[in-house]
């Protein structure tokens, strides 16, 4: 049992670890995209594989720990979470690595008159991702119910910036057809990221109340 309660302890340290390195990487995509800054956003895409790796450690503990333990109720339940929680921080590294490298290519250009502003979006999206994970690390059911609200905010400024460019589209601005396209995928990245850390948030709420949330939140 000695054993077992280590281990717990070891993978919650090694999720925690995962999970701020994230935060910051999302925090310094964000400042890329504010900036338009291509070293910054080149050294993002050159550091993925540390999250990547990282991934694969915590998965291969969490498998390890419930071979060798066979574990129950809570303890499983904290397990499953975390070995889904770690996939979902692995794929907002991708998200971010995706968005620094829309930056590197629209920072090339002059700032078009449609340019979209995405720093309230990206606000919204790096707060879900703090709330999230600091509905883990405090077990806090509310605050992790409450990331569950924020997704459809980000959905609406996607959809903002989707409408603006398509009239962009419409105005005949075709030569620059590149940079919109770069334009629509950083916010489709963004929206994919948010989607991320609630979904991180439905694994707390099913880490501490042993229900299974999909997009929606607890009666």
Do not use: W
Not at 136 to 164: F, G, S
């Amino acid at each position: 049992m000695k054993h077992f309660r280590r281990g717990l302890d070891k993978v919650k340290k090694m999720i925690l670890s995962l999970g701020a390195l994230v935060e910051q990487r999302v925090h310094r995509v964000k400042t890329a995209i504010e900036e338009r800054d291509v070293n910054l956003a080149r050294e993002i895409m050159h550091l993925d594989h540390e999250i990547d790796e990282m991934e694969v450690e915590i998965e291969e503990e969490c498998l390890k720990i419930i071979a060798l333990h066979q574990p129950v109720a809570s303890d499983l339940r904290f397990l499953i979470a975390v070995i889904k929680i770690n996939n979902d921080l692995e794929r907002i590294g991708d998200q971010v690595v995706n968005i620094a490298q829309r930056v590197e290519r629209i920072a090339k250009r002059p700032v078009a008159p449609y340019h979209f502003d995405y720093s309230v979006m990206a606000d919204k999206a790096e707060a879900m991702l703090r709330m999230s994970l600091d509905s883990l690390v405090n077990q806090d059911l509310d605050m992790a119910i409450k990331v569950l609200t924020l997704d459809d905010e980000v959905d609406a400024i996607k959809d903002e910036a989707y409408d603006r460019i398509k009239q962009a589209m419409a105005d005949g601005l075709t030569e620059d057809i590149g940079y919109m396209i770069n334009l629509l995928l950083i916010s489709r990245h963004l929206e994919r990221l948010a989607d991320h850390a609630t979904n991180i948030a439905e694994e707390v709420v099913y880490m501490i109340e042993g229900e299974i949330v999909r997009h929606g939140v607890l009666e």
